[in-house]
């Protein structure tokens, strides 16, 4: 059977001499895994379309439940090789892919996951703020993926708080957290800035310049977060570029 979707290159790895495994995150059928024959040969017909973060319309063919479906075509539609070409956009980057990969079960179709990658892509590539663009993807991804922290008040009988515990996910009041160890105390602006970008388009983002230390706040609660979900750290932060 042959099947055809559009979707965005998040990672490739060697298989044999010349052949190479791709990750797609697709429009319509979720991280899909595809069979690509001889893309490392210097007159591949596949030429720079696997490269990471290449969007393209992709073709492959086998069983619907394929575990390893043969990659046919892929015509590029937007090869982002500006972030792809910077070394700290790409470290950048690759922290959402690694999010990207983690959260999302393969063959799931998470319809929101897509657009909001590519948008959030388009818009580095403008020139919007990296930084609020990363917290942003952050905040919305685990969002739709289920796994989004409680930021907003006491997770337990929603009362006030700012005290987050990475046990529970949470935000916990002072009565609740009683016999639980306390992870990070959040600043009523990173608060509410969380509380903002949640409501917020990304086109919008432009309009609005938070302060460092609350998007650092809300960077190091997101990021220890997932690391816990994950029980494992991001392999691009290993690497730090100024």
């Known amino acids: ?6 979707g965005i290159v998040l990672r490739t790895a060697p298989f044999g001499e010349a052949d190479l495994i791709v990750t797609y995150l697709t429009s319509d059928r979720g991280i899909v895994k595809a069979f690509a024959k001889s893309p490392r040969k210097v007159k591949s017909r596949f030429g720079s379309s696997l490269e990471p973060l290449t969007q393209a319309k992709i073709s ?4 619907e439940d394929a575990a390893l479906p043969r990659l046919t075509q892929a015509d590029i539609l937007h090869p982002f090789d500006s972030i792809r070409g910077t070394l700290k956009s790409f470290l950048k980057t690759s922290e959402l892919l ?13 319809g929101k996951a897509y657009p ?8 580095m590539e403008r020139g919007t703020d990296a930084g609020l663009l990363m917290v942003y993807y952050k905040l919305r991804f685990l969002d739709i993926a289920g796994y989004l922290p409680g930021l907003s008040g006491c997770g337990r009988c929603g ?11 949470t935000v916990l009041c002072e009565r609740c957290s009683k016999g639980h160890e ?3 105390r959040l600043s009523p602006g990173a608060i509410g800035l969380a509380a903002g970008l949640l409501g ?17 706040e809300l960077t190091k ?12 750290n991001f392999r691009s932060q290993a690497f730090r570029v100024s």
């Open 200 to 216: 917020w388009s990304l086109p919008k983002l432009h309009r609005i310049k938070p302060q460092e230390t609350l998007l650092s």
């Open 60 to 63: 492959f063919w086998g069983k």
């Open 116 to 123: 909001l990658l590519i948008n959030t892509l388009h818009e």
């Open 1 to 6: 059977m042959l099947q055809r979707t559009e």
């Open 159 to 169: 009362g006030k708080g700012d005290a987050f515990f990475l046990s529970q996910g």
């Open 182 to 184: 306390l992870s990070f």
């Open 221 to 232: 609660v997101l990021d220890e977060h997932a690391k816990y979900i994950m029980q494992k």
């Open 98 to 110: 690694e999010l990207t990969l983690n959260f999302l079960p393969e063959r799931d179709a998470c």
